[in-house]
């Protein structure tokens, strides 16, 4: 059964930072895209960043240079460094997992997480 699990999330102010991690089970990461959605409420959820089996990582618009994806394949781990958060950054973050990465997003087969909250106060 796969599961994917993150945590990290929690309340912070603008400026501040928060690192989230997606723990995987029962699925082997290395081969694999996997990325970080988020959803905010009233809002459509979209693709924060992605990273390919191959390290190419890609992010959208409104996090590049703040927010940094990575993955530990050893330890089927993918992790969110997110940096200069500011409150537009408010939303529930998932960790997704599948075929293939085009640009931010996570497509194909998909595998999500339940998600972890992150409340951004001005």
């Known amino acids: 059964q796969v599961q994917l699990v993150e945590s990290g999330g929690g309340s912070v102010q603008a400026g501040g930072s928060l690192r989230l991690s997606c723990a995987s089970s029962g699925y082997t990461i290395s081969s694999k895209c996997m990325g970080w959605f988020r959803q905010a409420p009233g809002k459509e959820r979209e693709g924060v960043a992605a990273s390919t089996s191959h390290g190419v990582t890609n992010y959208a618009a409104s996090v590049k240079g703040r927010f940094t994806i990575s993955r530990d394949n050893a330890e089927n781990t993918l992790y969110l460094q997110m940096n200069s958060l500011k409150p537009q950054d408010t939303a529930m973050y998932y960790c997704?997992?599948?075929?293939?990465?085009?640009?931010?997003?996570?497509?194909?087969?998909?595998?999500w997480g339940t998600g972890t909250q992150v409340p951004v106060s001005s």
């Open positions: 997704a997992a599948g075929s293939y990465c085009s640009g931010a997003r996570v497509w194909g087969n998909l595998y």
